[in-house]
């Protein structure tokens, strides 16, 4: 062989195995994970909603959805499993921040911090060569202790708290200074024209459009909608104008025949009876009805901002050639969420009427959703969110851990629903199997759901085999279409109770009168998962929402106290004067 020959040969050799790598890392998708927050299971139009989410819908229908796709039914123990694969305790995050008691912390399992040393999805990525963005809620523990630049992320633009205003830095629970927002671990003011959904859309693509084209990249784009406050550009919220007049029960009912329709549960599901505390619609005034329907449309308009600023970066991948490469993963944390803005009893409400005006906002019925609001859907529009289960976040009924989720993207053929169970825990190896990252399965309490994804298989879980989940007391645990499960308190009573979702996924009927030894063996499993993940259980009497409001009271009182204190004087001086004025009266009358 002439020598010119030999030398041309061992030249493209060697320029082959010096391109093989990056053939391979140009071969490997791009990871878009879209974390909404608080989206019931029926709030994308997909699912069932009348909310317009066409950029959602379109996802679904090139890929698949997931009918049993489960959470916790807290935000920051969702994110906590999400980010690293592990169950929340494993990873310190037990419950919220805002939830834990001191006793708690004391325990590995309630830290509230991680080490230097945890890893992620973007740890792992980025060793393997992806560029890593996050943009949006992050809300792990301890504020400011967690951030995303110390566990693998490249760039990242987050909100460090449950949640906060859309608008500015409002903070939505009463006693807090404002919400604390990092770019890359340093802390920021937001800009004037802040609106979340358009901003973090926006730093996103910023950043995709700042990195290495010819590398891949994992972006996690977490929406502050659907939590409170729950805020949306006006020309948003007037595109429902009648849509939810029918009020909660009429709709829930819609939605739960229409959840048939669409194959997403049994034919023989049936609502749960609402708790007690929920109103009937018919019971409120038609003033009353237009405020609450008003609340709803808010909802509405913020789901559809999100998903027009979803459409927008697909929109900017696409004319950027990438879309077609890029895994696009959309879910939520959690159910809905049901708190009110409102307190039963006058004196509550006055107190913290004036504290939110201290802080700024406006709670008028005319400003709901606009800058300045602190608007929250209620119950029982998130009873309708979650239709057609039972309860919603904060709780382990179907409502407050089964959310929508959606895939697609390369390898992924359309294929309508997916009906085999899908813990949350499970997208951190589906994302490093969807990557070609090796990893050692044993170590997660998540597994790859991969092979569902590409048509190997149907189910990644076999029917005998379980997951579980705790947070704050509300636990549930999952084998084949069975289900054991505990509500904490104050809509629940801390009994368990079992299921066959299989015909009753609204929970309406507990069978374990009928299949005690089913339950007593299940029950046995739920308490080897406590053990093995580290769950300390509550005292009798203690529960998420008790401790969340004795962490207020003391915030809010060591805030406030002169105007407490003012308030409380005053208070006390009237009625003084009405007992004098009483005494005074009754002398006159009868003596």
Same mark, same amino acid.
């Given at each position: ?367 709901? !959703?606009?800058?300045?609001? @602190?608007? *929250?859907?209620? /119950? =029982? ?5 979650? $239709?057609?289960?039972?309860? +919603? ?112 996924? !609204?929970?309406?009927?507990? @069978?374990? *009168?009928?299949? /005690? =030894? ?5 029950? $046995?499993?739920?308490?080897? +998962? ?62």
């Amino acid at each position: 062989m002439p020598r010119i020959v030999q030398i041309c040969a061992s030249a493209m050799i060697a320029a082959l195995l010096f391109l093989a790598p990056t053939v391979a890392q140009e071969s490997r998708p791009n990871i878009l994970l879209v974390v909404l927050d608080d989206a019931g299971f029926m709030d994308f139009g997909a699912y069932g909603s009348e909310t317009r989410t066409p950029n959602i819908d379109a996802l679904a229908r090139d890929g698949v959805m997931f009918s049993r796709f489960y959470t916790s039914p807290f935000c920051g123990p969702s994110r906590a499993m999400l980010l690293t694969g592990m169950d929340n305790h494993q990873v310190g995050m037990g419950t919220l921040v805002e939830t834990v008691s001191p006793e708690l912390r004391q325990y590995p399992g309630y830290s509230m911090t991680w080490d230097d040393g945890q890893e992620t999805i973007a740890t792992h990525l980025s060793d393997a060569g992806y560029q890593t963005f996050v943009s949006g809620k992050w809300g792990i523990g301890e504020v400011g202790a967690n951030l995303p630049d110390r566990f693998g992320f490249d760039r990242s633009y987050v909100m460090d708290a449950t949640g906060g205003s859309n608008y500015d830095q409002s903070h939505y629970l009463p006693g807090y200074d404002r919400v604390d927002w990092f770019e890359d671990g340093a802390r920021i003011s937001l800009p004037d024209d802040f609106y979340s959904s358009r901003s973090l859309v926006d730093r996103l693509i910023g950043y995709v459009d700042e990195g290495d084209p010819d590398r891949p990249f994992f972006a996690f784009l977490s929406f502050q909608a659907l939590h409170i406050p729950v805020q949306a550009p006006l020309s948003f919220i007037e595109g429902y104008n009648g849509v939810f007049d029918a009020g909660w029960d009429v709709i829930r009912e819609q939605r739960r025949q229409r959840a048939i329709e669409l194959g997403l549960v049994p034919p023989t599901t049936q609502l749960a009876p609402s708790p007690q505390a929920h109103r009937a619609w018919e019971e409120l005034s038609p003033e009353d009805q237009a405020v609450a329907a008003r609340l709803m449309q808010v909802n509405a308009g913020m789901m559809e901002a999100a998903d027009h600023h979803l459409g927008r970066l697909l929109a900017h991948l696409d004319a950027a050639g990438r879309l077609d490469n890029t895994l696009v993963i959309v879910t939520s944390d959690n159910g809905a969420e049901a708190a009110m803005m409102e307190l039963p009893g006058a004196l509550a409400n006055t107190i913290v009427g004036g504290i939110r005006r201290l802080e700024g906002y406006d709670t008028s019925p005319e400003n709901h !959703g606009l800058p300045g609001s @602190l608007t *929250a859907i209620g /119950p =029982e529009w998130a009873s309708v969110s979650s $239709a057609p289960f039972q309860l +919603y976040k904060f709780y382990a009924g179907e409502g407050g851990l089964r959310v929508p989720l959606v895939i697609a993207g390369p390898g992924i053929a359309p294929s309508g629903i997916q009906r085999g169970r899908v813990h949350i825990a499970d997208l951190m190896p589906t994302m490093l199997d969807a990557a070609g990252i090796p990893y050692d399965a044993s170590t997660y309490y998540g597994r790859s759901f991969m092979p569902v994804l590409t048509g190997e298989t149907e189910m990644s879980y076999a029917e005998d085999e379980s997951f579980a989940f705790e947070v704050s007391g509300n636990a549930a645990l999952y084998r084949g279409n069975w289900k054991i499960t505990r509500n904490a308190q104050p809509r629940g009573d801390s009994h368990w109770r079992l299921y066959d979702l299989s015909v009753d996924p !609204g929970e309406t009927t507990d @069978l374990s *009168a009928n299949h /005690p =030894e089913l339950f007593a063996d299940m029950l $046995a499993e739920y308490r080897s +998962y406590s053990q093995e993940v580290g769950v300390v259980e509550p005292a009798p009497g203690e529960y998420a929402m008790k401790q969340l409001t004795e962490n207020l009271i003391a915030r809010v009182a060591a805030k406030y106290w002169p105007y407490l204190l003012a308030f409380l004087l005053l208070l006390a001086g009237t009625g003084y004067g009405i007992f004098r004025g009483v005494r005074f009266a009754a002398r006159r009358m009868f003596g």
